[in-house]
């Protein structure tokens, strides 16, 4: 599943195609993915600027010119693939993709300056939505998310405040969407070990009775920056095929620490321990039981 930094790569690949043109055609494939698409989806869409195109959590958001705002969502296995210029016709290895493929690809947006984006999602539990921009933060999708991780405000303060009273696990509280936005399994386990806390551990205790932040708190919070921002750099790391938005064929490629590696020695320095999987609500958590307290 594309997690938060996939998605953020995403983005970044997307935008400079995206902002600042225009959408001169749509051509939508089927009436619906994970919910039915918006009643005259291709119709609200062509014609329209592109004003900016960001991420909530693990929402892409492009601003429209109609004062919209297309929200997609890459569900489980939906990626974007751009041709662009002289690459249409081009290089064996992505025109091989592009036709083994193409029964899901579900959307083709011709933008104005020549690119045409692809949306492929073989699983189909992406989706897109269009929603007026004013309404944009009471949808019920946006209203109910927490900070943003790579926020400016997100920090152990904030993190505390929204652990103080909590009797669940840490990993638990970091998996809850109101507590921190779109961080997924993968890297609340990451950020775990490189903070040095048991995902087992209640996470009210990262907070003080007045609920002002420990020093856990401030090491968790830097901790989850980090990780997503390595994986960003690294070009995301989703496991499966989740393309580069150039059309690269490439895998992610991304090494995780502590992540689907259960008997492995624990990489922090100096640490005798061996990577465990423990199953947590029912998804698997991997630590270290030695660093991890
Ligand atoms: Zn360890």
Known sequence: MPELPEVETVVRGLRPLWVG????????RRPDLRFPFPNNFSKRLEGEG????GRRAKYMLADLSSGEVLLMHLGMSGS?????????????????????????D????????????????????????????????????????????LGNAFDGAMLAAACHGKKTSLKAALSDQKVVAG?????????????????????????????APRPSANALAGSIKTVLND???AGGSSLRDHRQTDGDLG???HSFRV?????????????????????????????CPVCQK
Request: with cysteine; glycine share 8%.
């Open 21 to 28: 043109r225009r959408i001169a055609r749509v051509v939508q």
């Open 50 to 53: 592109v004003v900016g195109l």
């Open 80 to 104: 974007f693939r751009v041709v662009h210029g002289s690459d249409e016709s081009g290089p064996g290895k992505f025109h091989h993709v592009r036709s083994k493929l193409s029964a899901h």
């Open 106 to 149: 579900h959307v083709v947006f011709h933008m104005s300056n020549g690119a045409i984006v692809t949306f492929n999602d073989p699983r189909r539990f992406g989706y897109m939505k269009l929603i007026r921009r004013d309404d944009l933060n009471q949808d019920p999708m946006i209203e109910a998310l927490g900070p943003e991780p």
């Open 183 to 211: 961080l997924g399994n993968i890297y609340v386990c990451e950020a775990l070990h490189r903070a040095h806390l048991s995902p087992k551990r209640q996470a009210s205790t990262i907070a003080l009775k007045s609920g």
């Open 231 to 233: 994986a960003i750099h």
């Open 251 to 253: 895998y992610f490629q």
């Open 259 to 287: 992540y689907d590696r259960a008997g492995e020695k624990c990489p922090t320095p100096k640490c005798k321990g061996k990577i465990k999987r423990i199953v947590q609500g029912t998804r698997s958590t991997f630590f």
